[in-house]
């Protein structure tokens, strides 16, 4: 606040009285500068808060109105600085011309509010005065200006300060005494507690006798609807706490069913492991002939194939691996290689894959304005989907015997019908079918055929 501020306090438009205010450490000269008293002694030596008759000047030192100025030294003025007025005609022309050459002089244009802003950081007003500045001025009815006025005046705070220092007298006379009880301190008498809490209500009820008709209807609307909003919270309280007490109940019947299943699924697989061997000769002994050698075969296939597939699988994690490094290293991304290996690893998933953690990365980098990374992370993401969408049907359907369209198809239908299992199991019953079919155990497609597709292919 070392600057010094102008406006002009009146409102716009042509009128009788125009006044321009001005208030800080520069108030005193640039009054100098832009008016000339009558009596011939500049304005910083006038009798202050005194009305003194003399020219306004403008920028370039002309006469452009014959008016009334005053001083009102600091710290006793409106804003606690030193203060001053212009008060000319109303003209806008006039007041414009004070105001450009008040601006000539040192003085900045004021900010709304900031006279009366700069009178509370001053002290001279509390913030409940600062805040009945702005209700007297827009007061609407009569009521309202008398009570922005005793707001004004300091009658709010005077009430509140006192409510709370009668109960602060109350709460610390409590805290003495339980705090300490050896010492000799007086116990708090019920009937004082009353008639402290009496006043407090006295006085509140007269400040609400005060108020505006309007705004009493509005607080009471108000008071409604919190009320209505409470009673909203308790009842969907009610509701959960009963939701919750349901869940818990069920939850507790269904506990001794789950532990019972959990107790003969844990026993059952003990006696299964155990007599593993004797299982399975028997499932085979109960199997004659051909059918007994399709199911050793679909079997011995089958373990088989899922090795194959977590191998591939493997190698598709390396590839991925290589690639984020590569990347990310880079991009300039600290700790590249472990960062890539959590990336790859989480790329075994079916749905998410990469895309579960690079698609977020992009969007937080891109949200906290590093748009150059996030762009980089994004193109690095698009290179690793677009070569995995072409290697995975390849690495896959070559180890487990089909062609890459047909795998790309059948894990895309799987995973469509039967989610993440489809996404596995389909291929590999193709790939069961085939290789049935090549042993002749089923005929689904001629052989022959198949020779002279492969051989077309690889001429």
């Known amino acids: 606040m070392s600057d010094t501020i102008a406006a002009i306090a009146t409102a716009p438009g042509p009128s009788a009285i125009g006044v321009v205010r001005l ?15 009558k009596n011939g002694r500049p304005m910083s030596r006038q009798e202050p808060r005194r009305l003194v008759l003399g020219d306004v000047l403008d920028r370039e030192g002309r006469v452009i109105d014959s008016a009334l100025a005053v001083l009102f030294p600091g710290p006793g003025s409106y804003t606690g600085q030193d203060c001053g007025e212009l008060q000319c005609h109303g003209s806008p022309v006039v007041l414009d011309a004070a105001l450009d050459a008040l601006f000539a002089a040192g003085a900045r244009q004021a900010q709304g509010g900031e006279f009366t802003r700069r009178a509370f950081l001053n002290g001279r007003m509390d913030l409940l005065q600062a805040e009945a500045v702005a209700d007297l001025i827009d007061a609407e009815t009569a009521q309202a200006a008398h009570n922005a006025v005793g ?158 597939c977590i191998r591939s699988y493997a190698l598709i994690m390396s590839i991925t691996f290589v690639e984020l490094s590569v990347g ?51 193109v690095l993401y698009v290179i690793i989907t677009v070569i995995r969408n072409i290697i995975e049907p390849r690495i896959v359907g070559a180890q487990i015997g089909l062609h890459p369209v047909l795998t790309l198809m059948s894990m895309f239908v799987g995973n469509h019908l039967f989610g993440i299992v489809g996404l596995f199991g389909l291929p590999i019953l193709l790939s069961l079918l085939r290789y049935l079919n090549d042993n002749g155990t089923i005929s689904l497609f001629p052989a022959s055929a198949l020779g002279r597709a492969d051989t077309e292919t690889s001429q």
């Open 328 to 378: 990310l290293t880079l991009i300039g991304v600290n700790r590249a290689i472990l960062v890539a290996l959590l990336i790859a690893i989480f790329d075994i998933l079916p749905v998410l894959g990469t895309g579960g953690i690079m698609i977020p990365w992009v969007i937080l980098s891109a949200l906290g304005g590093d748009l150059p990374h996030a762009f980089a992370l994004l």
């Open 151 to 308: 707001q004004l005046e300091g009658a709010l705070s005077r009430t509140v300060t006192e409510i709370y220092d009668g109960l602060m007298a109350i709460v610390s006379r409590f805290y003495a005494v339980v705090d300490y009880p050896d010492e000799d301190i007086g116990d708090l008498q019920r009937e004082d507690m009353l008639d402290t809490l009496r006043r407090s209500e006295d006085r509140l009820e007269e400040l609400l006798a005060k108020l505006d008709p309007s705004l009493m209807s509005a607080l009471q609307e108000l008071q409604s609807q919190l009320l209505n909003m409470l009673w909203q919270l308790v009842s969907s309280l009610s509701v959960v706490l009963v939701g919750g007490v349901s869940i818990a109940t069920s939850f507790a019947t269904s506990l001794p069913g789950f532990l019972i299943r959990l107790l003969l699924m844990v026993i059952s697989t003990f006696f299964i492991a155990v007599d593993y061997q004797k299982i399975v000769r028997f499932c085979l002994g109960c199997l004659q002939g051909s059918t007994r050698n399709l199911v050793l075969q679909v079997k011995a296939y089958v373990v088989g194939t899922l090795f194959v």
């Open 23 to 37: 208030s800080g450490p520069g108030t005193r000269s640039a009054l100098d500068r832009v008016f000339r008293p």
